[in-house]
């Protein structure tokens, strides 16, 4: 959150930096001529969105969601026109925009009233959305020119170069090439100076007069050039191509490449030149020769980064009579109510029904989104879509590089991509006639941006995005709803389809409990791997089936203690013990990144006796690789998994039985499908048991669930080992049962008593500074401002879990409000006015505030 800036700064601040071009377009003001206006949204945190005026001359093309050239604070932004109107500003004079970036709008009027949502629903700037949708690419970069200055008559200045006038050696250097070039960007004059004292040298010429700095735009998209290679016109004809063909005197090489040339267009019609060398085994040389002799053609254009598939629909598969029973519920649900929670056991066969409706809603015409919560479960529904639907589909998320989003962006803009699959920023894209979106395992928590703002939750955020659509039903599924969209559907807000048993009747997997407290009185040391789960792994392995081993835990070891004192390593940034990452050799803080050198020796008492406790999955790879050989053992993480298609890689390993024991965190175990796991084991189940958060029971639960629901999912075989202490937990007693309404009466009844959510609606404001008292007492400050709304429940403030992170110090205050309308738009008010008055306080003005709306 941002204080009010003076409306008059963005008068003041672009004033200053207007070229000497544009001051005509002030005197226009007094012809009478219309006139026309701009609200426009630019990249940043603004506490409103500033207005601009349009030039004459750009009036008539200028249009709501095209992208803008506009200068402010002294430094040029690329802005999203949002509203064009007629009536001049009262209290400042707007300054006009330099130019129009496109032709076209790239952003729909549906997307500006979704960002205007998203900013005011989670207390964010229109700008943040902005930087968080557009592409990159689409946000041209600001960069910095040293520019000759002008003499009286607007001619380039000339500079006496002569000692009397007492440069540096830098000054002079610089000043000579500006009296040549005219102008120089920055990097231009870095090497011209040698990076010695750049700014000081700069600053010095301006003060003289000889220059100044301007910003320019620079275009950063780039479109990917091929070249493709065609017979010459002259031998288009069939028969004079037989004519050259069958009295060739050439070089064998190069009859070879014409007759490949040939048959490639006839089956592919465009020959890309780099694939037609390949084929042919001939070098560039010997293709320019017959370029040379007007044999053939040389041709560069533009061509896409994303493939390209024929676009088809192929349902070569059969819904079981249950399948079948809970598609025309859906459809009938989805008749009646705008959100339906679709609850399935895991293995039931849901995606199968997506594919179904994604079926109905193509030939209709219309766009599907389709949503997942991570970017490693994109990779095999991917295949599965492609392998129904064709070039209809295309995968957005964080992996594409800058240039393909663009590009994305551009097709599903046009209407040319039918079927978009992504993580939640694909929410984000241009859609312009969405028939359905399906939030895909909607419970998952990562579907929530956590930093930067907005911190939008994907599946709320895509039940609004359906409103703005004509007919566009949300349809959320889960083998384990969230208790927020259960609640809603026992309520009757959501339509509700229950698929309650796995594909043709397969059985669901048995859940054993492994005590580990009764294995510790007989083995002193820490059990990564029980002996009972040993066994099952040698069986498992025995009958050529697979395993999944799961532990929430990267890295070797999540700490290490001295035996002597008990001082623990930790971050010299982050209130955080440091992992040992043991491929690495290193200590690392998994907070801000910063890698140490191992610690042997004690900095409290000297010692050299430490002890590594608990386990990542990078011990338990070691561990399981020195107890079984033979097996093939891999290892699924963050820092295992690394490129755009590691993922994909990794998996496609694993699908076709290149690997016998998978151990990962949360990425192997959510939403994939694997034929021949018949084990799966969780390592340490009590810490998923004992985290401080009203939520850890529903999270346990849905994900050991969802562990389990990875084996015995085509015969039904599978076997689910939980390596635990507490055996006693109720949570586990439900993961044996598979009794999700049992946990969810359980877990309703503690929110309702304790007036969590669903029942209310959470806020937490976190504030940070350097310095832990002015973060406290700006915190103590905002709490006492909430109490203006008796309303509110405000818990702390309070340290946060980790105090600090790269060196800030952090303190939370949670909010609770109740459910009623305007209800979030008056705590923002309230905080918007206690933010002006910190920051206008010097000992507050740099604490920083970020607000979360439904933290999860």
């Not at 006796?609 to 399981?624: H, L, N, P, S």
Request: with cysteine; charged share 25%; aromatic share 8%.
């Amino acid at each position: 959150m941002v204080t009010q800036d003076n409306k008059n700064t963005q008068h003041t601040d672009n004033q200053q930096n207007m070229p000497a071009q544009t001051s005509n377009l002030f005197e226009s003001a007094q012809t009478g001529k219309p006139r026309l206006y701009a609200e426009i949204i630019v990249p940043l945190h603004l506490p409103k969105n500033y207005t601009w005026e349009i030039p004459e001359e750009l009036i008539a093309e200028a249009a709501i969601g095209l992208r803008v050239e506009v200068a402010l604070r002294g430094k040029k932004y690329t802005g999203i026109i949002k509203r064009l109107f007629n009536k001049a500003p009262e209290s400042f004079t707007p300054l006009p925009v330099y130019s129009l970036l496109d032709s076209t709008p790239i952003v729909t009027p549906t997307q500006l009233k979704f960002w205007t949502w998203m900013a005011n629903y989670y207390l964010a700037s229109e700008g943040d959305v902005m930087q968080a949708a557009v592409p990159s690419n689409f946000k041209l970069s600001s960069e910095s020119i040293i520019r000759l200055a002008e003499d009286m008559d607007g001619q380039d200045r000339t500079i006496e170069l002569d000692q009397e006038n007492d440069y540096s050696d830098e000054e002079y250097l610089l000043a000579e090439a500006l009296q040549i070039r005219k102008e120089l960007r920055f990097t231009e004059v870095q090497q011209i100076l040698e990076g010695r004292r750049i700014y000081s040298v700069v600053k010095k010429l301006i003060d003289r007069g000889i220059c100044y700095i301007e910003e320019s735009l620079k275009e950063k998209y780039k479109e990917k050039k091929a070249i493709f290679i065609s017979f010459h016109p002259d031998y288009q004809k069939e028969e004079n191509l037989e004519i050259l063909l069958n009295n060739w005197k050439g070089a064998p090489t190069q009859l070879k490449i014409l007759m490949l040339l040939r048959h490639m267009a006839l089956g592919e019609g465009d020959v890309l030149q780099t694939a037609l060398l390949k084929k042919a085994e001939a070098s560039a040389t010997t293709l320019k020769t017959l370029l040379d002799k007007q044999i053939l053609v040389a041709e560069s254009r533009s061509i896409t980064r994303l493939p390209e598939l024929t676009p088809f629909i192929e349902m070569d598969f059969t819904l079981s009579s249950a399948q079948q029973h809970a598609l025309n519920q859906l459809q009938q649900q989805m008749q009646d109510k705008h959100v339906s929670l679709l609850q399935g056991v895991t293995a039931s066969g849901k995606t199968q029904l997506y594919f179904k409706l994604i079926e109905q809603v193509l030939r209709s015409g219309k766009q599907v989104l389709y949503l997942l919560p991570e970017i490693a479960l994109t990779s095999q529904i991917i295949r599965r879509l492609q392998h129904h639907f064709g070039g209809h589909v295309a995968v957005y998320h964080s992996r594409f590089n800058p240039n393909e989003r663009v590009e994305l962006w551009e097709k599903v803009l046009r209407n040319e991509v039918q079927v978009v699959l992504g993580a939640r920023s694909a929410l984000l894209l241009p859609f312009k006639d969405l028939g359905l979106i399906v939030v895909d395992e909607e419970h998952d928590s990562s579907y929530k941006q956590q930093d930067p703002a907005p911190r939008y939750h994907g599946r709320d955020a895509a039940i609004y995005y359906g409103t703005l659509f004509e007919n566009c039903p949300v349809l959320l599924g889960s083998a384990t709803p969230s208790l927020e969209s259960y609640y809603n559907a026992q309520a009757g807000k959501y339509g509700f389809v229950e698929l309650s048993q796995r594909y043709e009747n397969v059985a669901m997997p048995a859940i054993e409990l492994d005590n580990l407290s009764l294995i510790t009185r007989e083995i002193p040391r820490p059990i990564l791997i029980s002996p009972r789960l040993e066994e099952e792994i040698h069986l498992a392995i025995k009958a050529h089936k697979q395993v999944i081993l799961f532990q929430n835990r990267r890295g070797y070891s999540p700490y290490q203690i001295c035996n002597n004192c008990g001082w623990i390593p930790q971050c010299k940034h982050c209130a955080v013990s440091l992992t040992y990452h043991k491929s690495k050799n290193k200590l690392l803080c998994h907070y801000c990144g910063t890698e140490y050198p191992l610690i042997t020796t004690c900095v409290a008492c000297g010692s050299h006796d430490f002890q590594r406790k608990k386990f990542g999955t990078e011990q338990i790879e070691e561990a399981v690789a020195a107890l079984f050989p033979k097996a093939r053992v891999a290892r699924m993480d963050y820092d295992s998994v690394k490129g755009k298609y590691g993922h994909d890689a990794m998996i496609q390993l694993f699908e076709s039985q290149k690997i016998d024991i998978l151990i990962g965190t949360q990425m192997v175990v959510k939403g994939l499908d694997f034929e021949q796991v018949s084990l799966v084991g969780i390592l340490d189940a009590d810490g998923l048991l004992n985290f401080t958060d009203f939520r850890v029971g529903e999270r346990a639960f849905q994900l050991m669930e969802q562990v389990s629901g990875r084996a015995g999912r085509k015969d039904g075989l599978g076997k689910v080992l939980i390596q635990v202490f507490n055996i006693h937990h109720p949570v586990l007693q439900f993961v044996q049962q598979h009794d999700y309404p049992a946990m969810y009466a359980q877990e309703i009844t503690h929110r309702k008593d304790f007036n969590y959510p669903p029942f209310t609606r959470l806020l937490r404001l976190t504030f940070k500074h350097k310095d832990t008292h002015t973060a406290r007492q700006a915190a103590v400050i905002m709490a006492q401002g909430l109490q203006q709304l008796p309303a509110l429940v405000v818990l702390g403030p309070a340290a946060a879990p980790i105090e600090r992170i790269r060196g800030q110090y952090y303190w939370e205050m949670l909010i609770k409000i109740p459910k009623q309308n305007g209800m979030l738009s008056a705590c923002r008010k309230i905080i918007d006015q206690q933010m002006a008055i910190l920051q206008s306080t010097k000992q507050y003005a740099r604490v920083i505030l970020s607000a979360d709306v439904d933290p999860v």
